[in-house]
């Protein structure tokens, strides 16, 4: 059911702005860990409501991610589809024990979305970055500074740490895990060496992980 | 691969997790990931630390037709229009249906004795509680009666299919199924062959008019023993 590839790079850099701006609802808080695993268990033993209800309860935080990382709302739509067919197929493989559901979620998501970036043009990556750049920079100075508002009231210790990265190297960090940007794709957005990012982007998550562990 | 030390371990994790892992490195840890508790655990760590990031990010709500469209690919679209809470169908409920239907044909074997028509051969449904089709079939009669129980309309642009599954060989397509009321179909010799020596039928959701190919291509929806 993939729609095919066809839009030139200029076009999408226009609509998908729009497309961020006008459907962009506020961040969200944490879906109930435990209803979550009750509705994947559910998923597992085959009870079509229990994927609808999970569907209406985090498909819009898994889309906030593939359009943040595809750009094009169809491809995002298609990927999201893709996304929920395999948590249909593949509940019973989600192990409670393992840790949290929205954390296996959204990496079903950002994965599938990182295998659909791998044959992509980066042409069209970068074009749409820098669009995309825009509507961040407005939400960022909407709330204040640098996303410090948005994120006040979610993930404490996780933008706490982020801020102890210096400004150019956490830039690079989120332009991946936001963007589904690769090293080079960074290397050129940021206009910096290859080796410089790089090794920036592995430093800082050394030291994001020193962080969050002290 | 080699993540002999634990900062090994760490750094391949965490470029996996972020998505800076490309290409043939990114295959290979992702079996690694499967065949190794370690690394799964040092992957499960990372995604963890990031999801506050995901969650602070603008969320966007989908278009109409997604879900429609994950129902159809998950073979879970058994209606048009899904009933807020209906439950969809499991195998428990696969299992009871299909023993209603082969009670169905005995009991009309038994009181009818074999020759009064209509004889019923299945009951098809999503599940015991939800019927969507009957299908008669009279012995010694090429003809086929499907009758609507419930609403059954495909999904816009789509057309449920039904199929003879003979106990050797190739679906066989027994024609389109109807959204509402009922149809009597003659069916050609090739099809009644292949009823005669079927034990399944099947639906498939397939495009409208029908699978161009001949065989099932679209989601095999329901399988039922007659």
Known sequence: MRRSVGIPAVACATSCFYDLRMSAARSVVEPDSAELEALLRRCAQRDASALEALYRKVAPILLGTLLSMLKRRDEAEDALQDVFVKIWNQANQFDAIRGRPMAWLIALARYRAIDLLRGRRTSLVLVDTEALDGVAAMRDSAAGNEGEATQADLGGALQRCLDQIAA????????????GLSHAEIAQTVNEPLGTVKSWVRRSLQSLRRCLEA | MNYAS??????????????????????????????????????????????????????????????????????????????????????????????????????????????????????????????????????????????????????????????????????????????????????????????????????SLEPSGGSPTGSPTGPVIIVQAI
């Not at chain 2, 299909?98 to 038994?110: Q, T």
């Open chain 2, 6 to 203: 634990p900062e090994r371990l760490e750094a391949l994790a965490a470029a996996y997790v972020l998505g800076t892992l490309r290409g043939r490195a990114r295959d290979r840890f992702d079996a690694l990931r499967a065949a190794d508790p370690l690394v799964e655990a040092a992957v499960q760590r990372w995604e963890d630390r990031w999801v506050a990031r995901t969650l602070a990010l603008p969320t966007v709500a989908p278009s109409n037709g997604v879900w429609q469209g994950i129902r159809a690919r998950s073979g879970i679209a058994n209606a048009h229009e899904p009933r807020p809470g209906r439950r969809g169908w499991n195998s428990r409920r696969v299992v009871a249906a299909a023993v209603l239907a082969v009670l169905a044909l005995a009991i009309g074997l038994r009181l009818r004795n074999d020759y009064v028509v209509p004889q019923v051969v299945a009951v098809l449904g999503s599940d015991a509680a939800h019927p969507l089709w009957q299908i008669e079939h009279p012995r010694r009669y090429s003809t086929l009666t499907i009758r609507v129980l419930s609403n059954a309309v495909a999904p816009t642009g789509r057309s449920y299919e039904l199929w003879a599954l003979p106990r050797n060989g190739k679906p066989v397509s027994l024609g389109l199924l109807p959204g509402a009321g009922s149809v009597a179909r003659e069916l050609a010799p090739a099809q009644l062959a292949a009823l005669r020596v079927s034990d399944k039928l099947a639906v």
């Open chain 1, 168 to 179: 150019a190297q956490r830039r690079c960090v989120l332009l991946a895990y936001e963007r």
